[in-house]
């Protein structure tokens, strides 16, 4: 049977009714989310979890992370709920930031937020034996290179700019750009392969896709007249060499990072 994976985003989640997990489940499918700030949380004999209570107890056994089965929401969805204890420092960045907003709105920061506020709090129905707490973590992280898709489409690439024109210039139009699109991913895809068999570095997809947009012309050129193909890789290549790497971010992994220590290095 075919299985369907979903990473959800935390807002869709404002409401209990807004996430069914029980729908996903009887479709065969799987769901990782954030869990929101408001959905309400209880343990397994239904009694609603005090996240204050939990941090004074994760932080005097020195324990960084739970997984347990909880219950969201008014109806109650049966759900399994990790939580990852965060670094004090980021802890007060979160209170720092929510305080401000809530002065300018006049309100209180409410002790509730300032329970969940030590933690990130992901929920999943995966069974498991099927992914660790850790692994869910890092997939829920992986969800951002979607956006950064179609973020480079719009901002780099101008794919929604388009002018006034009929349903059929439209389409061809489309196609193009898709076109044009599929051309630059297989190329900086064998580049950052490539680079990364020999270097041991990752090319950013932002910056290699900023450059060939640049010299979009050159490559026109280059598909007209066949035999400069060869030349034009080249100098993209030799391009993407120089301040085309990605930039590590302090005590964070980026998606090529995760993706080999979850799939490329695993016995399964």
């Known amino acids: 049977m075919k299985t369907t994976f979903y990473i959800r985003r935390r807002r869709s989640l404002r409401r209990a009714s807004a996430a069914p997990i029980e729908v996903y489940a009887q479709r065969g499918a799987f769901i990782i989310s954030r869990l929101y700030q408001t959905a309400i949380v209880y343990d397994q004999k239904k009694i609603r979890i005090d996240f204050q209570k939990i941090y004074h107890q994760m932080t005097e056994k020195q324990v960084k992370y739970q997984d347990i089965d909880v219950y969201i929401g008014s109806d109650k969805q049966p759900v399994r709920l990790i939580i990852e204890l965060l670094p004090e420092p980021i802890y007060q960045k979160r209170i720092s930031q929510r305080n401000k907003e809530n002065k300018s709105r006049g309100y209180n920061t409410s002790n509730e937020f300032k329970g969940r506020a030590h933690f990130n709090l992901f929920i999943s129905n995966i069974p498991r034996p099927n992914c660790s707490w850790d692994t869910i973590s890092k997939l829920y992280r992986i969800r951002w290179q979607i956006?950064?898709?179609?973020?480079?489409?719009?901002?780099?690439?101008?794919?929604?700019?388009?002018?006034?024109?009929?349903?059929?210039?439209?389409?061809?139009?489309?196609?193009?750009?898709?076109?044009?699109?599929?051309?630059?991913?297989?190329?900086?895809?064998?580049?950052?392969?490539?680079?990364?068999?020999?270097?041991?570095?990752?090319?950013?997809?932002?910056?290699c896709f900023q450059t060939l947009g640049e010299n979009s012309k050159k490559l026109r050129s280059a598909l007209i007249a066949a035999h400069h193909i060869d030349i034009y890789l080249l100098d993209m290549m030799c391009k993407m060499k120089t301040g085309h790497w990605m930039e590590k971010r302090k005590n964070r992994q980026n998606f090529e990072e995760i993706i080999v220590i979850i799939f490329c290095k695993s016995d399964k």
């Open 147 to 207: 956006e950064l898709v179609f973020k480079i489409w719009k901002s780099i690439l101008n794919i929604d700019k388009l002018k006034k024109c009929s349903n059929e210039r439209f389409l061809a139009m489309l196609y193009t750009k898709l076109l044009w699109i599929f051309i630059n991913w297989k190329i900086i895809s064998d580049c950052r392969n490539y680079f990364y068999l020999s270097d041991h570095k990752i090319l950013s997809l932002t910056k």
